[in-house]
């Protein structure tokens, strides 16, 4: 990948390898962290590259006002850190996918032209898909007027974009509040809508070779699926398929409301979502508490034989990986390898590992991810 910023934006760390060279050198340093669990010369590795450049199809950016020399006029700019953590400008970016590379100089000149979109602005957001569905968030530091509305609305009708104003205590949402998308998971296709503010996975290809890697080595069956950390249903709704029925949980409101709205693009009916944390979960399924979110949910009807986890960076709390360790099968998708390590040591005291795997969801960082999946002793 060529770009005009490697060595100065602290955005791509490892920005002095090749691509392939970056790769390995993240596969070395995760078998040499997981060596005292794993035997690599019997569990297989199996590593999802991303794409070499423009992958990312979330990113954000600060805006940068400096005065021209010359004709004395305020100019706005793109800024990043730079590696000493200070701003550093920039007119694009080669790891932001093609729509949103397109889009970025496009659009700061038209925001240049008027101060009434452009005065005060701090930051903007951009959120697209593989069907060139683009969501913009603009973020400002100043209360946005009608002026600004109507101006924002004729931005979003030149390009055309969805755009959305956000100010303290100020959210504008002028057309929509998503982005539309489509994947294409083990030729077949299933839809989904991904909200401005909502988790979204950034690499939508590394996302896809993700959830298949997960379908091929799971195995149908006529038993039920619990899943911990479901976010918007991004691995729920194709893993659904494999099941006979899903419970599903999440503590995130918004993507609670985007996993049901998901379910109904795929006119999928055999999931279950529930607003709780995993912490809450278990109590309620060793029935410590009892929760009014789950009164018209019967646990003990549920046969669960798979668990499926997707935590964040702090991995699982005690009681969530306990309650693991009785399923007969686990999968366990992990965006920080130190904690994955650290519950492995207690998941491997019943389990066995059959499949590691390595998703470089951000290339040229230091970040990558991870998959395992397990099966009782």
């Known amino acids: 990948m060529q770009c005009d910023y490697f060595a100065s934006c602290a955005s791509c760390t490892l920005h002095n390898m090749s691509y392939d060279e970056q790769l390995n050198f993240k596969i070395d340093r995760e078998k040499d962290r997981f060596k005292d669990l794993i035997d690599f010369s019997k569990t297989p590795l199996d590593i999802i590259k991303s794409k070499e450049s423009n992958f990312r199809n979330r990113a954000e950016f600060r805006i940068w006002w400096e005065k021209d020399e010359k004709s004395g006029k305020d100019i706005l700019s ?20 093609p729509k949103i590379a397109e889009l970025m100089p496009k659009l700061l000149e038209e925001l240049q032209k008027d101060m009434i979109l452009s005065f005060r602005l701090f930051a903007i957001e951009f959120l697209s898909s593989s069907t060139d569905d683009i969501l913009i968030t603009l973020i400002y530091h100043k209360k946005l007027e009608d002026e600004w509305i109507s101006l924002a609305k004729t931005l979003e009708t030149k390009f055309p974009i969805k755009i959305i104003g956000r100010s303290k205590k100020q959210k504008i949402v002028l057309s929509k509040n998503f982005i539309e998308e489509s994947l294409n998971i083990e030729n077949k296709s299933f839809r989904f809508n991904y909200e401005e503010n909502g988790f979204t996975q950034p690499n939508t290809y590394v996302n896809i070779k993700m959830i298949e890697w997960v379908l091929n080595n799971t195995k149908d069956s006529n038993k039920d699926l619990c899943e911990l950390y479901c976010g918007g249903g991004n691995f729920t709704i194709p893993l659904s398929t494999k099941f006979n029925k899903v419970l599903a949980t999440e503590i995130s409101k918004t993507s609670i409301k985007s996993a049901l709205k998901n379910c109904e693009l795929n006119n999928i009916s055999n999931i279950k979502f529930i607003r709780m944390s995993s912490e809450e979960f278990v109590e309620a399924l060793n029935e410590v508490r009892a929760f009014n979110r789950l009164k018209n949910i019967d646990l003990k009807s549920y046969d669960f034989d798979t668990i499926f986890m997707d935590p964040p960076r702090s991995g699982l709390d005690d009681t969530t990986r306990a309650l693991a360790k009785n399923f007969e099968n686990i999968i366990y998708i992990s965006c920080n390898p130190e904690t994955l390590h650290r519950d492995l040591k207690e998941l491997i005291k019943t389990h066995n590992i059959l499949r590691f795997a390595l998703f470089d969801q951000f290339a040229y960082s230091e970040h990558i991810e991870s998959g395992i999946i397990l099966k009782r002793k």
Do not use: E, G, H, R
């Open 78 to 97: 793109y800024a990043m850190n730079d590696f000493d953590k200070n701003i550093l400008q920039i007119n694009s970016c080669s790891i932001v996918s």
